[in-house]
């Protein structure tokens, strides 16, 4: 194990200095997530167009390194996508994150998934893991127009 | 007192942790075992076993003995007046639960109010939140200072004509604060209010005496006394408990059982309902021989010096904020980094072998009070050395390296 292959400096980039993090004006879709166990915090906001389009994403919360720094990478890939790429995208994310070596998607290019697979250091760190999904699972919530607040120790 | 041969009497010391030594800073979490516990449970399984308190055979008066002198032990330990006032439960969960439950189920009426602090744990406020939900109680909460400290004064301000019960902790899991337990006592008892101690933080660390306490309900945790898990001590006034109604029902807890009714057995029997938890209670007996061969003093004497020398070296480490600052301070070390996270500080020091705890430590309540959502916590045992902390130091600092990239 390599504390370098978990903080690589796009993470803490990410995790000191968070893009996207504000509330969107208008948005139309939202949800909150919350790691009951690390105390992990994160309100997504969503504006979505008359296309199905995300013209906005933001968030607002706390946490560790990993957690900013995964909602950060992720509003800013999820800008201009599509409802149904979301869901690829992020069904794809935690693929990778559980088991598979690479992300497969065609949605985002090989720079954006180099982005994204600096997230899978916590593969060799089980308990972090939820710091890194977070952001995603609630993100799903969102989408979903789920009114019930995304637990992470609810997700295997 | 060596402290060398301490850890040694602990076997966990002698496996690494990423290849480093393991620097265990979590007591305040559980403590580790040592060998003479870790035996007491083997042996028991191998050449004694048998349920306690029912059959007549050999190994069954046998191990009802056993079990039975680890009460008295216990009641030794902390100087109650009866065995009998010593009952085993699941963890000092149960034990709260228990005097929760049947306490308010007897005593609790809808407008009732019970006194907590800001400090507690959550195992010191859920039980008594189930009671606001179905008795219609209201629970207060005394303040805490800027120093993390409960006062004798912010327990007076906070006692009402309707508080019915004062739960408190005896130590903070989080500040280190340690309360005035006697005086709140004897101020609780001046308005005719029961108190209950949670002394999961108490028990381990300093001396005990019921009789001069004089708490009605003190709850224990025994496998942060270096005892085995799943089990903990509630410490209850005789008068309390031939007076409150039994909690669980079951086998052993009874003396007569017909179709139109059921009578309960004595105590300690009628609040210890089915198979206990009994290697774990002879096995906690060797732990109180432990603490015994050492000595309390000689633990609450090594510990406090601990705890000042491992302050200092926190605070000369500039980037390092200690959460509260209490005059009376048991051997918990929680602080928080500049821009790093509590789990990152705890990832980072796991690698080194230093096993820290981050996040709320179940009291949330606290953490909003002050601001924060997650801290970092050293915590102390009897097997600890400034060396220990000399190395949680470094490995702060190693923190800094990685984010200051």
């Known amino acids: 194990m390599d504390l370098k292959d978990l903080y690589q400096e796009i993470i803490l980039d990410h995790g000191k200095n968070p893009r996207n993090l504000r509330k969107t004006e208008n948005f139309n879709k939202d949800a909150k997530g919350h790691n009951p166990l690390c105390g992990d915090k994160v309100h997504i906001f969503l504006k979505i167009d008359e296309n199905k389009n995300i013209s906005d994403i933001s968030f607002e919360g706390s946490g560790c390194a990993i957690s900013m720094a995964s909602a950060s990478i992720m509003t800013d890939l999820m800008k201009e996508k599509k409802e149904k790429e979301v869901k690829e995208l992020v069904e794809d994310f935690l693929q990778m994150i559980k088991e598979s070596p690479e992300m497969k998607t065609k949605i985002i290019n090989e720079n954006e998934k180099t982005k994204l697979m600096s997230l899978s250091g916590v593969k060799q760190y089980p308990m972090r893991v939820k710091c890194a999904t977070l952001a995603w699972h609630t993100l799903t919530s969102a989408m979903n127009n789920s009114q019930e607040e995304t637990n992470t120790e609810k997700f295997d | ?405």
Not at chain 2, 224 to 250: E, F, I, R, S
Not at chain 2, 319 to 328: A, C, D, I, Y
Not at chain 2, 386 to 396: P, V
Request: aromatic share 8%.
């Open chain 2, 1 to 405: 007192m060596n402290i060398n041969n301490i850890k040694k009497q602990f076997p966990i010391f002698n496996n690494k942790v990423h290849n480093n030594d393991l620097v265990y800073l979590d007591s305040a979490n559980s403590s580790q075992k040592p060998q003479m516990v870790v035996d007491r449970i083997y042996d028991f399984y191998t050449k004694e076993f048998s349920n306690v308190g029912r059959s007549v055979h050999y190994l069954a008066v046998a191990a009802t003995n056993l079990y039975e002198n680890t009460r008295s032990m216990m009641q030794k330990y902390i100087n109650a007046k009866d065995p009998n006032e010593i009952v085993f439960t699941k963890g000092a969960t149960e034990a709260i639960n228990l005097v929760a439950n049947t306490f308010g189920q007897k005593f609790l009426r809808e407008g009732d109010e019970i006194l907590l602090t800001e400090l507690e744990h959550h195992s010191n406020y859920v039980p008594w939140h189930y009671l606001r939900k179905l008795k219609g109680i209201k629970i207060n909460f005394a303040e805490i200072n800027n120093d993390g400290e409960i006062t004798l004064e912010s327990i007076e301000k906070s006692i009402t004509p309707k508080t019915k019960m004062i739960a408190i902790t005896h130590l903070s899991n989080v500040t280190g604060a340690i309360l005035p337990i006697k005086e709140i006592t004897s101020l609780a008892h001046s308005k005719n209010i029961p108190i209950l101690i949670d002394g999961c933080q108490g028990a381990p660390h300093l001396k005990l005496d019921m009789q001069d306490i004089d708490c009605d309900f003190y709850a224990i945790s025994c496998h942060k006394m270096y005892g085995p898990t799943g089990l903990g001590v509630l410490y209850a006034k005789k008068k309390w408990l031939d007076t409150l109604p039994p909690y669980q029902g079951g086998g052993g807890m009874i003396r007569e059982v017909k179709k139109e009714g059921i009578s309960f057995g004595d105590l300690p029997n009628k609040y210890e309902a089915g198979t206990m938890a009994t290697a774990q209670v002879i096995a906690f007996g060797e732990s109180i021989k432990f603490l015994n061969q050492i000595g309390i003093q000689n633990i609450e004497k090594h510990e406090s010096e601990l705890t000042k020398y491992g302050e200092e070296v926190l605070r000369k480490n500039n980037s390092v904020k200690l959460v509260g600052n209490p005059k009376n301070k048991g051997s918990v070390l929680s602080f928080t980094l500049d821009g790093i996270h509590a789990h990152d500080i705890a990832t980072i020091l796991d690698e080194d072998g230093v096993a820290i705890r981050a996040g709320h430590h179940c009291c949330q309540i606290l953490h909003d009070k002050l601001g924060l959502s997650a801290t970092a916590r050293a915590s102390l045992g009897v097997y600890n050395t400034k060396d220990d902390l000399d190395k949680l130091n470094e490995s702060i600092n190693k923190c800094k390296k990685i984010f200051d990239r």
